[in-house]
């Protein structure tokens, strides 16, 4: 199968065809497609950039919750109360803790809560 053309590929595709035309505004057409490739470039680059900040706050994110962890088995809430960073969810914890457990970092089980239900409950794996 053919290798999926980008947007940024396609320009320099229809730039190739315009340059070797003859048409009367050839000029202002590889213009305008030079525009756009520096536009889907810079555009590229502030995605990384983005990527790289919000990949580095999931990482104080996911120490802040290992540091919380003990060699207690504590529930969801319990660990987001102690997690004491400002735009901490549930969701963000919980994808933090999934992140450890894959890590084997932390290891997690299902415990019944004080009102008889099951819910999910971590803690820090016991290091050998």
């Given at each position: ?24 505004r050839k000029d202002e057409a590889v213009e305008f ?96």
């Amino acid at each position: 199968m053919a290798e999926k053309m980008t947007k940024a590929m396609w320009f320099e595709e229809i730039k190739a065809v315009v340059e070797a035309s003859d048409y009367e505004r050839k000029d202002e057409a590889v213009e305008f497609i030079d525009k756009q490739l520096e536009l889907i470039a810079s555009k590229a680059e502030k995605a990384r950039e983005r990527a790289a900040k919000t990949k580095a706050e999931g990482d104080e994110l996911r120490e802040a919750v290992r540091a919380v962890l003990t060699d207690e088995f504590q529930t969801i809430d319990d660990i987001v109360a102690q997690v004491a960073e400002e735009g901490v969810t549930k969701a963000k914890v919980t994808a933090r803790l999934t992140q450890l457990v894959k890590a084997e970092m932390a290891e997690k089980d299902q415990i019944k809560a004080d009102d008889g239900r099951k819910v999910m409950a971590y803690r820090l794996v016991a290091e050998v």
